[in-house]
């Protein structure tokens, strides 16, 4: 039965006070795998920032994801949300706006910021990303950037309140075999850090539609 999501269900949601983020980050987090970076690391970690937007589409609202092209890098072909590194003087929102205008060309200015979920940690990359939720009330033309896409991928939001469609892998990176808690989107495999604040937002619209 259809679950009737709307922008208002999701504003309530993003904004949910005494939410536990955590608990909601280990149920789709890789095993093992660090939710924080260590004290003992030198340094600081790269700042970046992702747009989870939402839109209307056949009486119903979908998430955007996209795939990465294939390079040699560690995020090779995985299924993310559109974002990236920070520039200089960029606020967090800043850079996912930017992104997701530089990747799927859609105008900031026609997207309205719900709120900020919470940061996670990516130790492949040694990067902090910051995700945003956006709305958009029409659905966007994409006009993917093909050094950045190899291919748009829209999926129905209820998707992720539908258990059947969670699943765990094991995958074997540089010789360590990981447990990999996944979400299957539209034949996708949606794992990792993307999977992770997926599921923060999954858990914050549970919340509001038990309550």
């Not at 994801?65 to 090779?76: D, K």
């Not at 029409?138 to 469609?165: C, F, G, H, Y």
């Amino acid at each position: 039965m259809p679950l009737h999501l709307n922008r208002a269900i999701i504003q309530q949601a993003v904004n949910l006070a005494n939410f536990d983020p955590i608990a909601a980050h280990i149920k789709m987090a890789p095993r093992p795998r660090a939710l924080h970076r260590s004290s003992r690391q030198p340094g600081q970690a790269r700042q970046a920032a992702v747009l989870a937007l939402m839109f209307p589409d056949n009486e119903q609202l979908s998430l955007v994801l996209m795939q990465r092209p294939e390079y040699p890098g560690v995020h090779s072909g995985q299924i993310s949300l559109p974002g990236g590194r920070c520039e200089p003087g960029e606020t967090y929102v800043q850079t996912a706006l930017r992104e997701t205008n530089e990747e799927l060309g859609v105008p900031g200015e026609d997207v309205e910021i719900l709120g900020e979920l919470t940061s996670i940690y990516i130790p492949p990359s040694d990067f902090e990303v910051h995700p945003f939720v956006g709305f958009i009330d029409t659905k966007p033309q994409w006009i993917p950037e093909p050094t950045e896409v190899a291919k748009v991928i829209e999926t129905p939001l209820e998707n992720l309140l539908d258990s059947r469609l969670k699943r765990t892998t094991v995958i074997n990176r540089h010789g360590f075999k990981i447990e990999a808690p996944y979400y299957n989107l539209q034949g996708y495999r949606v794992w990792g850090a993307t999977a992770i604040i997926l599921s923060e937002l999954e858990g914050r619209l549970q919340a509001i539609l038990d309550s």
